[in-house]
């Protein structure tokens, strides 16, 4: 039953925010809403705003606060501190109201009872009533204090949580968003403790935090108490889930990625001590920390929460959630969830993007988990402490567009962080304190360096780029960098369809919000090269070669995964999945691995598998290396990721292209080696395209027809193929075009062959965005579409109308 004082949790929804904050407003709401779907939420309940008036009434507080406040000098670090000091230790020699306090101990002792006990475990966290809000986040501003036992431990921690309204960050933090120190109330949410600390926990995001896409829930997991995560102290696990077909009841997680978690918070054994930090048995440092069947359960947990969420605001609100789970009884639990505040308030009609222009080469000095998509250069200044007495530096020498290095954050250095152009820790994740405060500041951020305060040195000039994909870049000096912005709705319409050349999936995200058609070429040589980094022949056969040093390198790569098959399997269907659902659901046209020897040969162990040869450009490569004997299995390993992702991850966009096939038996060999595996044309929706790059594609092209869906020309190979060239000779260089008129009547009879034959046929290459007349060259031939780099998108569409204009002009 609710008091003016306390209330329970299940008893409070969104409209008591001014009364219980924002944390317990959310909670209660979703309590009270989403238990029926099956979310649990631990029971607790709310300590109200009106109960913060009272203590600062009882204790005269008010006054005294506003007179500090009123003295303090807001951008003088020293002033700041001395004020926060003073503030908050008003605060913790006050006393509750007889009143106040006997309410408290009752809703506790009523808490214990209902689990059977006497002192239960809570957690006391503060609930602003600015906190969690669509329009500012406050996340982790005030403290959290956890496995608080007993009617006297709350009372302190309370005590406590109101002290921590007037931190040094969270001061600062009301004067950055221009907030009244005094419109900002707390409550104080009491709730049961998951025992988490026995099993694992972490946070979801039900959109992509970089790019803000939508469609993918992002999920960080460690084991033990949440607190390591959001501290930077680990690298968590992260895992992707994809939204569309998790709906459609498929297993779509598109990613899992085993992070290094070397360490848990778990309960205290000491008088005191509520919890301590332990190191995690290596053994479990090698698996991940939740099974399949958990991170989908939890992804639909958070879809449920971010649909009901945008339902009753009536816009997209993106969430931000905290989740545990029970080691005592396996249970996965909701903590927290509140409005995530940055890509929900973006204009998604503007496209910016920040380029290197450096015309020199660059030298690459350090790299990490890149925060943002933006660039900075400034003088580093290196930071272990806030005081300086660990002789590095401290706030007052720092200035603004300096780049702050250090071991990790926390939310008292933010008052600092707001001053920063860029920010680069040793620790952390996506999801630690240093990568949300540069999100919200909108900074550039590399995090988890593991070496950035021993690499780089005092006054240095570097350039943080994070501009390149998911990996963030630092740079030696200042290295230019261009900023461009693009009103999406200023583009001229075409009628061609223009697709995206993809090769990297930790760019898939970015890349969706550039207008396309879909993927016409994701080639899997990238992700073999940088996912698995093995030769498929090596994973299987390591141990036969008696090469120790080999063995360890694979053992290594393998680790969290159950063989070394399931390892290229199931990278390689991460890597295709990835991009698959990025454009979702456009077609994604993936091409098989189509290395060179002397190409799969750098591979780790390649040299055991690999022949020489005096033309590797001719030689065994695309379809005549499916169905060899001596590598059908590694391209079946292939097929069953290209299955999985179809299948098991609901991405049935997915098209499969073979690339280098000079007949038409080679063609149908291909195929029964695909069918031995699973994967055969028309079954399922299954399309096959063929990379029309050697003459006899064109020459032959009524016989393909009959067996395939599409072609896409390769106009790199064509060309030299026809033009008989070495590409990479610079020798010959000269000759190299693809507007030569021999390979353009090629390209002009493929198109004619497969209109008629009712075939699609695709270019995949740079020549129209370069060239205007090719481009010109291609539309009128009939075209079905134009797959280019992305970068070059923009310039193509351009290209594309300004040919169209021109034409419309010639014939008018």
């Not at 605060?91 to 009872?113: H, V």
């Not at 949440?226 to 889930?241: A, C, F, L, N, W």
């Not at 978690?261 to 000491?270: A, H």
């Not at 639909?300 to 993106?318: M, R, T």
Request: aromatic residues 8%; negative net charge.
């Amino acid at each position: 039953m609710s008091s003016r004082y306390t209330v329970e949790l299940h008893e409070v929804t969104l409209k008591d925010l001014p009364r219980v904050g924002g944390k317990n407003a959310s909670l209660g709401e979703m309590m009270r809403n989403l238990g029926s779907l099956g979310i649990s939420i631990p029971l607790g309940f709310a300590i109200t705003v009106d109960a913060y008036w009272e203590f600062l009434k009882y204790n005269n507080l008010e006054g005294g606060i506003r007179k500090v406040v009123a003295e303090m000098d807001m951008n003088n670090l020293i002033s700041l501190r001395k004020g926060g000091m003073q503030i908050r230790q008003m605060i913790r020699n006050g006393k509750f109201p007889d009143a106040l306090e006997r309410e408290i101990a009752s809703r506790y002792k009523k808490l214990s009872n209902y689990y059977n006990q006497d002192a239960t475990d809570v957690a006391v966290r503060s609930s602003a009533t600015a906190e969690d809000l669509p329009d500012t986040s406050f996340a982790g501003q005030q403290e959290t204090y956890l496995n608080v036992r007993g009617p006297e431990g709350i009372l302190d921690a309370v005590r406590n949580c109101i002290a921590s309204l007037f931190t040094d960050r969270a001061i600062s933090y009301r004067e950055h968003f221009k907030f009244d120190h005094f419109d900002v109330a707390l409550s104080v949410c009491v709730q049961k403790m998951v025992r988490s600390d026995l099993a694992s926990s972490g946070v979801a995001f039900s959109l992509d935090t970089e790019s803000g896409f939508k469609n993918a829930v992002i999920i960080n997991a460690s084991y033990g108490l949440g607190e390591m995560i959001v501290q930077g102290s680990v690298s968590p696990d992260e895992y992707i889930v994809f939204k569309p077909t998790l709906e459609k009841g498929f297993a779509s997680i598109i990613e899992k990625n085993l992070g290094k978690k070397d360490k848990k918070m778990i309960y205290g054994d000491d008088p005191g001590q509520l919890t301590k930090v332990v190191n995690v048995q290596r053994e479990h440092q090698k698996k991940f920390c939740l099974d399949d069947e958990q991170i989908l359960e939890l992804s639909k947990w958070v879809c449920a929460i971010e649909k009901y969420y945008s339902d009753l605001k009536g816009h997209w609100c993106p969430m931000d959630v905290e989740w545990a789970v029970d080691g005592l009884t396996n249970q996965l639990f909701i903590v927290q969830a509140r409005p995530e505040t940055i890509h929900s308030r973006k204009d998604e009609t503007k496209l910016v993007e920040y380029k290197l222009a450096a015309t020199s080469p660059v030298e690459k000095i350090l790299q990490g988990i890149a925060v943002g998509s933006k660039a900075a250069s400034g003088r580093v200044v290196i930071m272990y402490s806030l005081d300086g007495r660990d002789g590095s530096h401290d706030g007052v020498d720092f200035h603004e567009g300096d780049i702050l290095v250090t071991e990790m954050t926390d939310p008292d250095w933010e008052p600092i962080m707001k001053k920063a152009s860029a920010i680069v820790t040793n620790k952390g994740g996506r999801t630690c304190h240093a990568a949300i405060v540069a999100r919200e500041l909108g900074v550039p951020a590399i995090v988890g360096t593991g070496t950035g305060t021993d690499v780089l040195k005092d006054g240095d000039v570097i350039t943080v780029s994070c501009c390149e994909g998911e990996v963030g870049f630092i740079y030696k000096g200042e290295v230019p960098f261009e900023k461009i912005e693009t009103d999406l709705n200023d583009l001229p319409k075409i009628e061609t369809p223009i697709m995206l050349n993809v090769a990297s999936p930790e760019l898939a995200f970015k890349f969706s919000h550039i207008p396309n058609a879909g993927v016409g070429l994701a080639r899997e040589e990238f992700i073999i090269n940088n996912y698995i980094q093995a030769h498929p022949l090596a994973l299987l056969h390591h141990r036969e070669l008696g090469d120790a040093a080999l063995t360890e390198k694979i053992n290594t790569l393998t680790t969290g995964y159950e063989s070394e098959e399931a390892f290229f399997i199931q990278k390689l269907s991460y890597g295709i999945g990835k991009i698959a659902s990025a454009f979702y659901p456009n077609k994604v046209i993936v091409r098989f691995s189509d290395f060179k020897t002397n190409e799969y040969e750098n591979l780790l162990g390649g040299n055991y598998f690999e022949p020489k040869e005096e033309n590797p450009m001719i030689g065994w490569r695309g379809a005549s290396r499916y169905y060899s004997e001596k590598y059908r299995h590694a391209f079946g390993l292939e097929c069953l990721a290209i299955k999985r992702v179809r299948e098991k991850m609901g991405l049935s966009n997915v098209v499969v292209m073979i690339p280098f096939c000079r007949t038409v038996k080679e063609l149908q060999r291909v195929y029964d080696v695909m069918k031995a595996y699973g994967l055969q044309r028309g079954q399922n929706g299954l399309e096959v395209f063929l990379m029309a790059e050697v003459p006899s594609n064109i020459i032959l092209a009524d016989e393909f027809c009959k067996h395939i869906d599409g072609f896409s020309i390769g106009s790199n190979d064509l060309t030299q193929l026809t033009l008989g060239l070495d590409r990479d000779s610079a020798l010959v260089a000269e000759l190299y075009d693809e507007r030569n008129l021999a390979v353009k009547r090629f390209i002009s009879s493929l198109i004619k062959t497969a209109k008629a034959n009712g075939v699609k046929v695709g270019i995949c290459g740079q020549g129209p965005s370069d060239f205007p007349d090719f481009a010109a060259f291609l539309v009128d031939e009939g075209i079905d579409s134009i797959s280019v780099t992305p970068d070059s998108v923009l310039k193509t569409i351009r290209t594309l109308s300004a040919t169209r204009v021109r034409k419309e002009e010639l014939v008018s």
